[in-house]
């Protein structure tokens, strides 16, 4: 036994490169996270479940070049949540830093603003960020946030640049706004084969109150090479994106890819009303090119169902429930820790602010789970 445990530590620390399950018939054994390395289910330190008191929607998280942990989010007015390290007032993006090597944690308090000048000359002057999406590039972080379209309150995507995780992120324009007031929001972007992509909230590859989600390759400095679009979820595809609704918006948003070991890539991504215990999250299986051939096929039912989700009363009987079982989780992002082992981060609401929560992405006989 002692022997089998020295090799599975072995094993943990080079799982960046190596998958450690054999493949289910709908989930992935292992998976790469949004910096586009693989990364194994298994092993890690300190792999509990994090939560933060700090009120925070839409979280992702990316490794900064020092080792730490930087969580960004939708835009925390003054007076709201605790300030640290010298930050004060409004923050635009709030950023909050936490754990280092294998130990994620969490943090209680924002640090600073990534994004101090707000949203770009394009959008509405002061006007809230949605969602903001961090990967590293080269040696650069490409930030693709969420904000109103000057003069006519369409959302849609602009892009700042930071050779700092922790920013001064440095507006460089409007990214993506679709025709027709379409919305385009929540991009979350992702390296992969040595290229950047952005898979985000696309609704002009929907029409009324449909939604969908695409992904595009950038070029060198994050700006889409449109002829690359492809549509890999729309709302049309699954049926539990309005259930228990008055109608509306059939909402399929938050986007997060990633890619296990054997080169298949996944989709996460949000459905039904975010102020509401339905709203949940799906995964789907994208094909073997983060630019997939055809659309993301729901897992574990997924089309009727989410995969995470609220198990209580007002719930949509997800696959599986999360760390705390709290109403409302949505916004999951994927990334990687040093030892190749997988995180992810969400928000969760229980009827007023939302909180943002991680935890490791782990894998038994029935798929994922977290813990």
């Not at 693989?38 to 092993?43: L, P």
């Not at 930087?70 to 010298?86: D, F, I, L, S």
């Not at 006007?127 to 006519?152: C, E, H, I, L, N």
């Not at 992810?344 to 009827?351: F, R, S």
Request: net charge positive.
């Amino acid at each position: 036994m002692r022997r089998r445990i020295r090799r599975l530590l072995a094993a943990a620390s080079t799982a960046t490169a190596l998958a450690v399950a054999a493949p289910l018939a709908d989930a992935a054994p292992s998976a790469g996270p949004s910096t586009g390395t693989t990364g194994s289910t298994t092993g890690g330190v300190s792999a509990a479940a994090h939560s933060s008191t700090f009120q925070l929607a839409d979280p992702d998280t990316v490794r900064a070049k020092d080792g730490r942990y930087v969580t960004y989010g939708t835009t925390v007015p003054a007076g709201r949540g605790k300030r640290c390290g010298g930050a004060t007032g409004r923050l635009f993006v709030p950023v909050l830093v936490h754990g280092s090597g294998n130990t994620v944690g969490m943090t209680d308090c924002a640090s600073g603003d990534a994004l101090p000048d707000g949203p770009g000359a394009w959008a509405e002057p002061g006007g809230a960020v949605w969602a903001p999406g961090v990967a590293r590039y080269g040696d650069r972080y490409f930030m693709f946030y969420t904000a109103s379209r000057k003069g006519s309150g369409q959302k849609c995507i602009g892009r700042a640049v930071s050779g700092s995780a922790r920013g001064p992120f440095r507006n460089a324009g409007e990214w993506a706004c679709p025709p027709h007031g379409r919305w385009a929001i929540d991009a979350n972007p992702f390296v992969g084969g040595g290229s950047l992509y952005v898979t985000y909230r696309d609704d002009a590859i929907a029409a009324g109150a449909e939604t969908g989600i695409s992904t595009v390759r950038t070029d060198d400095a994050g700006r889409a090479v449109w002829s690359t679009r492809r549509d890999v979820l729309k709302s049309t595809d699954i049926t539990w994106d309005t259930r228990g609704t008055s109608g509306g918006t059939h909402v399929v948003e938050n986007p997060s890819m990633w890619r296990r070991a054997n080169g298949t890539w996944y989709l996460m991504y949000s459905g039904n009303n975010w102020d509401s215990a339905r709203y949940a999250t799906g995964i789907a299986e994208c094909g073997t090119t983060p630019l997939p051939s055809s659309r993301c096929r729901p897992l574990r039912r997924g089309a009727a169902r989410p995969y995470f989700g609220y198990t209580g009363s007002g719930g949509l009987d997800p696959y599986r429930g999360l760390p705390g079982n709290h109403r409302g989780p949505g916004g999951m992002d994927v990334f990687a820790v040093p030892d190749g082992s997988l995180r992810v981060v969400w928000h969760w609401w229980d009827g007023g602010p939302r909180y943002p929560m991680n935890g490791a992405l782990r894998l038994d006989a029935g798929g994922y789970y977290v813990r």
